[in-house]
């Protein structure tokens, strides 16, 4: 392996980041847009049901690359990388972990426990399972409703915070991170250490 490509993710860890996050920042998208919008009810009913469709798809991702991540180290981060600034960087990704299964495990809680019982057709393709024992249970139901809705924000938090470091560290350190997370491509200037 080239010293370059030490310092890259591998191809399945970026394959798996970028479609993810186009999924995760949709899911934010559609979950404000039929929460908040004043849309048509059928409009609104299919966006719940397309909302649905992708994140319970998007917990089968987690588990995909929770495991390709547990097996494959990632690159050391950046040497110039202030120490309080890397440990900043750890927790910011450990938080994205986090957010990427509590958010979609409070919202398959949410629709299990409600007591309009309506089932999650995945793309009209598949019938995702409720999960047991808690149908119509309205205790749960509202924990679910409130945690779903706090880790949202807190997840599309995360993500511009995450979105912000990048572009700082482009921006104002002059390191562009980018390449780690791509196929191929140089990382810093020339003849800089990373
Ligand atoms: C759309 C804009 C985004 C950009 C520009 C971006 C960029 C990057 C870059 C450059 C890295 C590598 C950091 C490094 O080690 O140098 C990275 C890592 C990471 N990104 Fe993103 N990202 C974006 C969106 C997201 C989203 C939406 C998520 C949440 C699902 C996410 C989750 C992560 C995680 C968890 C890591 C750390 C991977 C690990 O070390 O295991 N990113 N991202
Ligand atoms: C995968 C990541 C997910 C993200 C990022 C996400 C995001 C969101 C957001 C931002 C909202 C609006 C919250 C508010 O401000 O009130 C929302 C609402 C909702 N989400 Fe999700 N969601 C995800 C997964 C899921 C899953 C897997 C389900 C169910 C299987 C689900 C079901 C719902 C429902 C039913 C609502 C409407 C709640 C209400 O009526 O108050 N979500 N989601």
């Known amino acids: 392996m080239t010293a370059d490509a030490a310092q890259r993710y591998t191809a399945v860890a970026v394959a798996l980041h970028w479609v993810m996050a186009a999924a995760f920042l949709l899911m934010l998208t559609s979950g404000l ?21 992708l994140g319970v798809l ?9 495991g390709w991540r547990l097996f494959h180290k990632p690159p050391a981060l950046p040497a110039f990388m202030p120490r309080l600034e890397a440990l900043a960087a750890k927790a910011g990704h450990i938080a994205l972990y986090v957010c990427m299964i509590a958010v979609p495990l409070s919202g398959w809680a949410m629709v299990s426990s409600s007591v309009y019982g309506l089932p999650t057709i995945v793309f009209g393709w598949f019938e995702w399972p409720h999960i047991p024992k808690i149908a119509g249970n309205e ?8 945690a779903h809705w706090l880790l949202a924000w807190f997840f599309g938090l995360c993500i511009a915070g995450h979105i912000a470091a990048v572009i700082k560290h482009a921006v104002i350190d002059k390191h562009n991170l980018m390449p780690r997370m791509w196929f191929s491509g140089a990382r810093c200037k020339k003849g800089e250490t990373p």
């Open 33 to 53: 847009s039929m929460t908040y919008l004043d849309i048509d009810k059928s409009l609104k009913f299919n966006l719940y049901q397309w909302h649905k469709s």
């Open 58 to 66: 998007l917990l089968a991702a987690f588990v995909l690359r929770i």
């Open 139 to 146: 205790a749960v139901n509202t924990a679910a409703k409130n």
